[in-house]
T-cell receptor
Framework: NAGVMQNPRHLVRRRGQEARLRCSPM?????VYWYRQLPEEGLKFMVY????????ESGMPKERFSAEFPKEGPSILRIQQVVRGDSAAYFC?????????????FGNGTRLTVT | AQTVTQSQPEMSVQEAETVTLSCTYD???????LFWYKQPPSRQMILVIR??????QNATENRFSVNFQKAAKSFSLKISDSQLGDTAMYFC?????????????FGQGTRLTINP
């Protein structure tokens, strides 16, 4: 059973370009979370999605950032018109349910560098 | 809002020694979960240990154990017989289940180096 798969592993974008980060949850998992890790900091919650629904996006910037988890295919975190401050590692995590005894499984992250 | 504080940015010990990483948190909730995650240079987030707040018994996983002091809002991690492979960033995290979402609040991390 493959773990949470994120790609690309590294992504370099120039200021003003768009970044698209992909996450395939573990098989059987229908709950996806995105977290951001700035350099030398802990992860910070961005958004929580279930299939075709955004449940909680309270941690996501209101502008330029969007997320989706379609019925088919991976979850996508999209950052439009990237700026240097968007440089960070972006982690996806998944769980099968929202039960307390189902811990989150994290992917290896995508490191975004904005030049 | 919940906050998690790790007061030790870096620690270094010799192989086979015991090391304790500190973590304090602030919350008004009575039921919650606490975690320690390990992040090696590969960047993978690995769950080390988990503690339910309603359980008085401290969680243990092989060489890893916690000292959970609920009244003091303290959650330290003890690593016994440390190994070179324990070298990593360690993050303490708090979670309250809110509207079904598992929203983790992380501390800033402690960089642990195990020296041969």
């Amino acid at each position: 059973n493959a773990g949470v798969m994120q790609n690309p592993r590294h992504l370099v974008r120039r200021r003003g370009q768009e970044a698209r980060l992909r996450c395939s949850p573990m098989k059987g998992h229908s709950h996806v979370y995105w977290y951001r890790q700035l350099p030398e900091e802990g992860l910070k919650f961005m958004v929580y999605l279930q299939k075709e629904n955004i449940i909680d996006e309270s941690g996501m910037p209101k502008e330029r950032f969007s997320a989706e988890f379609p019925k088919e295919g991976p979850s996508i975190l999209r950052i439009q018109q990237v700026v240097r401050g968007d440089s960070a590692a972006y982690f996806c995590a998944s769980s099968p349910t929202t039960e307390n005894n189902s811990p989150l499984h994290f992917g290896n992250g995508t490191r975004l560098t904005v030049t | 809002a919940q906050t998690v504080t790790q007061s030790q940015p870096e620690m270094s010990v010799q192989e086979a020694e015991t090391v304790t990483l500190s973590c304090t948190y602030d919350t008004s909730e009575s039921n919650y979960y606490l975690f320690w995650y390990k992040q090696p240079p590969s960047r993978q987030m690995i769950l080390v240990i988990r503690q339910e707040a309603y359980k008085q018994q401290n969680a243990t996983e092989n060489r890893f154990s916690v000292n959970f002091q609920k009244a003091a809002k303290s959650f330290s991690l003890k690593i016994s017989d440390s190994q070179l492979g324990d070298t990593a960033m360690y993050f303490c995290a708090f979670m309250k289940l809110f509207q079904g979402a598992q929203k983790l609040v992380f501390g800033q991390g402690t960089r642990l180096t195990i020296n041969p």
